[in-house]
Antibody, heavy 118, light 107 residues
Framework: EAQLVESGGGLVQPGGSLRLSCAAS????????LTWVRQAPGKGLEWVSV???????YYADSVKGRFIISRDNSKNTLYLQMNSLRAEDTAVYYC????????????WGQGTTVTVSS | DIQMTQSPSSLSASVGDRVTITCRAS??????LNWYQQKPGKAPNLLIY???SLQSGVPSRFSGSGSGTDFTLTISSLQPEDFATYYC?????????FGQGTKVEIK
C-alpha cells in the first residue's frame, strides 16, 4: 500500500528555517510526481511545489526563492527546505503523489504543522 | 497562473438531496480537472480525476463533468458522511492551483 508520512514541523521565528520530510513507502520517490500542498488555519488548499520524476522542480510564486524541494532516493524521502519564513507561511503542510502526473493526487500524508511566530 | 473559482462557497443541504458544485477555470484546461473532499483535521481525498473519472473506492453517487473552462461535481443523493469541504484543482499547467473550496453543511 502506498503511504506518505510527514515530519519536521514545529514553531520557528520569522526569518528562520525549517526542513520538512516526507517518507514514502509502497512506491519510489524517484519514479513519481510529488508535491507539497499547504493549508493555513481556516483557509483553503494552496499548491506549493512539485518535483517530477525527471528531477525538474517548480514553485508557487509565494514561495519561489525561499523554499527548495528535493528528494533522497536512497532514503525514499521527499523534503521541503523552507528559508526566510514569514508569518503567512504558517500552515499544515501535506506531501502528496499524483500518479500519473496529469491526474489528481491520490496519496497524501497526514500533514505536519508549521507555525511561524515570535 | 490559472485561477480556479468555485461556486457556491458554501451550501446547506439535507440527506438525500442532489448537490451540485461548479468550478470555473480562468483559461481552458481541457479535462485536466480534479475534485477532492476534505473533512476537518484530515488530508484531502481524491474523488474525481480527469474531470469525470471516478477514483477507485469512491462511491458512485459522486460524478464529475465538464471540459474547457466549466466543470461540475454532483452528489446524487447526499449522505451523512458527505458533509465536508470540496475543492477543485487543475492539472493542466505546471503550477497547479486549487479552487477556494465549497463547504457542504447540514440543513
Amino acid at each position: 500500500e502506498a503511504q506518505l508520512v510527514e515530519s519536521g514541523g514545529g514553531l520557528v521565528q520569522p526569518g528562520g528555517s525549517l526542513r520538512l520530510s516526507c517518507a514514502a513507502s509502497g512506491f519510489t520517490v524517484s519514479g513519481n510526481y510529488l508535491t507539497w500542498v499547504r493549508q493555513a488555519p481556516g483557509k483553503g488548499l494552496e499548491w506549493v511545489s512539485v518535483i517530477y520524476s525527471s528531477g525538474s522542480t517548480y514553485y508557487a510564486d509565494s514561495v519561489k526563492g525561499r523554499f527548495i524541494i528535493s528528494r533522497d532516493n536512497s532514503k525514499n524521502t521527499l523534503y521541503l527546505q523552507m528559508n526566510s519564513l514569514r508569518a503567512e507561511d504558517t500552515a499544515v503542510y501535506y506531501c502528496a503523489r499524483a500518479s500519473p502526473p496529469a491526474y489528481g493526487m491520490d496519496v497524501w500524508g497526514q500533514g505536519t504543522t508549521v507555525t511561524v511566530s515570535s | 497562473d490559472i485561477q480556479m473559482t468555485q461556486s457556491p462557497s458554501s451550501l446547506s443541504a439535507s440527506v438525500g438531496d442532489r448537490v451540485t458544485i461548479t468550478c470555473r477555470a480562468s483559461q481552458t484546461i481541457s479535462t485536466y480537472l480534479n475534485w477532492y473532499q476534505q473533512k476537518p483535521g484530515k488530508a484531502p481525498n481524491l474523488l474525481i480525476y480527469a474531470a469525470s473519472s471516478l477514483q477507485s473506492g469512491v462511491p458512485s453517487r459522486f460524478s464529475g463533468s465538464g471540459s474547457g473552462t466549466d466543470f461540475t461535481l454532483t452528489i446524487s443523493s447526499l449522505q451523512p458522511e458527505d458533509f465536508a469541504t470540496y475543492y477543485c484543482q487543475q492539472s493542466f499547467s505546471t503550477l497547479r492551483t486549487f479552487g477556494q473550496g465549497t463547504k457542504v453543511e447540514i440543513k
